[in-house]
């Protein structure tokens, strides 16, 4: 039942994260067409100063309270007191480095910009802590109610203040409006009195001890290139940037980050059987790789219409580069599921270790990249450390349960022939898009490219598991998916129900 119960609460966090980038791109659709890429360039800069910060300042509390075993008040009392400290830390540090920020980049706007945003990830340290003990009972419907909320919140704020103001603030208003009120709504379906406690902080620092170093490192391996390309590119070309590397991950963030939760409760509960937890991971990693790689090479074949329709004619520079970040997330596509493996296991070094893996990859391979290419430098340089990365999350899967690299790379070799399949099947049929090219000339070129490529993959990925004997796994999930919709039956999960 754990693994049914899995597979459910992905579905419905997976649902409400394709609503929120859903609302996400009608914003983004919105703001393009009323603020400037400077503009975007510039909220990026503050949005890099304060994202490392928050990174540092990184309290795992969400994890710790899933894990215990007999939740107690005193364990919510004491994860909202860390909470709390983080916030009001938070807060006075960025306070401080604002003006020196500003300095950096010569650009007084920053001071109120960087202090503003603080705000985001102070208010989202605060959300009520009873939502772990939901989450631990693989009962999500809270999570996507606060989620969704919260981005309505902010549509309407960064949509109001940027058709009334025309002003750069509408996306940090949006940002901030945000966590405020997921804030809100999380006291509202998970009741909780705050109280001051810190009875149980010895469980919760064996967590924070490594993760907030991994988070540190982690945090500047994502965003020291936008504050590099800040320093030496200009607002305007930064923020096609930052908006084409948004814009990228919109697909991937919706469809694989809401899925290490459920995947989190459900390693857990199978803590101390190897056999099971690396089949679970195996038939889980399948599923995201069947999804997930034509998805992003799909993202990179049709990257012109896209552009055109959400951003517009003066966004077409962000083409090329959206068509290589989002092929930069391939090797990300295969690991997705290590992270909840990881922390199942307790074994939070491995974070630290891979961030800095990563640092070290990353910083010099960047740092020359953008001197010597610019932006391909570091899209480069990107795809070297996110292979490096995820192939060291690999090594870590096989120590853990057993489960080779080899294996959880050429496993789902049906949905990689599918997909060069598909390739081959869109790139004859794509139309070059010229300088007259209408809105509706991109909408076209998208239907036929997401048609022709959707037929193709799904048409070649079947066939192949029929000639593969039908073996259980990603494919069978998604026949007996079809198959329960047609018949208007409840659905069965094809999945291994001793996981």
């Known amino acids: 039942m754990i693994g049914h119960r899995t597979a459910l609460g992905g579905v419905l966090l997976v649902t409400s994260q394709l609503l929120n980038r859903a609302i996400d791109l009608g914003t983004m659709l919105v703001l393009a067409r009323l603020l400037h890429p400077g503009d975007f360039g510039l909220v990026a800069i503050a949005a890099s100063v304060v994202a490392i910060l928050d990174a540092a300042l990184e309290l795992p509390l969400y994890q710790v309270l899933v894990r215990v075993a007999d939740l107690q008040m005193s364990h919510f009392d004491t994860a909202f007191t860390l909470g709390l400290i983080r916030a009001l830390a938070l807060c006075g540090i960025t306070l401080l480095m604002a003006l020196p920020v500003s300095l950096t980049y010569s650009d007084p706007r920053l001071v109120l910009l960087v202090c503003f945003l603080s705000l985001s990830p102070a208010m989202r340290s605060l959300n009520s802590p009873r939502l772990a003990l939901y989450q631990r009972r693989l009962s999500f419907w809270r999570d996507c109610l606060i989620e969704v909320g919260g ?83 200009s607002p305007a070309k930064l923020g096609l940037f930052t908006t084409a590397s948004d814009v990228a991950n919109i697909p991937f963030l919706a469809l694989f980050t809401p899925i290490t939760r459920p995947l989190l409760a459900a390693f857990s509960h199978q803590s101390g059987d190897c056999v099971r937890q690396a089949r679970s991971y195996q038939k889980a990693s399948m599923v995201i790789v069947m999804v997930g790689l034509p998805l992003v090479i799909g993202e990179s074949l049709a990257a012109e219409p896209v552009v055109r329709l959400v951003l517009g004619e003066k966004w077409l520079g962000t083409v090329p580069l959206l068509q290589w970040l989002a092929l930069s997330l391939i090797p990300t596509v295969f690991a997705v599921p290590a992270s909840s493996l990881i922390v199942a296991f307790d074994e939070m070094k491995v974070f630290f270790q891979r961030s800095a893996l990563e640092f070290c990859v990353k910083l010099p391979t960047a740092t020359i990249g953008v001197l010597q290419f610019g ?21 870590a899967v096989r120590r853990l349960v057993g489960l080779s690299v080899a294996k959880q790379v050429v496993g789902p070799w049906r949905s990689i022939a599918s997909t060069v399949l598909m390739v081959a099947a869109v790139l004859p049929v794509r139309r070059p898009l010229g300088p007259s090219a209408t809105s509706v000339d991109a909408a076209l070129d998208l239907v036929t490219i997401g048609s022709v490529g959707a037929l193709v993959y799904a048409v070649s990925s079947w066939l192949l598991w029929r000639v593969s004997g039908q073996p259980d796994g990603a494919e069978a ?21 001793s996981a």
């Open 151 to 233: 981005k309505l919140v902010a549509f309407a704020c960064a949509v109001g203040i940027a058709v009334t103001t025309r002003s750069y603030w509408s996306l940090p208003a949006g940002t901030v409006s945000f966590t405020f009120a997921m804030a809100a709504i999380s006291y509202m379906v998970a009741p909780y009195r705050p109280r001051l406690s810190l009875a149980e902080f010895a469980i919760f620092w064996r967590f924070v001890s490594w993760s907030s170093a991994s988070q540190v490192i982690g945090a500047l391996n994502w965003q020291f290139e936008r504050l590099l390309l800040g320093k030496l590119q």
């Open 375 to 395: 932006f391909a430098g570091v899209i480069a340089a990107r795809l070297v450390s996110e292979t490096v990365v995820n192939v060291y999350s690999m090594l």
């Open 477 to 497: 999930m998604a026949v007996n998916a079809v198959r329960s919709v047609l018949r208007q039956k409840p659905m069965s999960w094809s999945v291994d129900r």
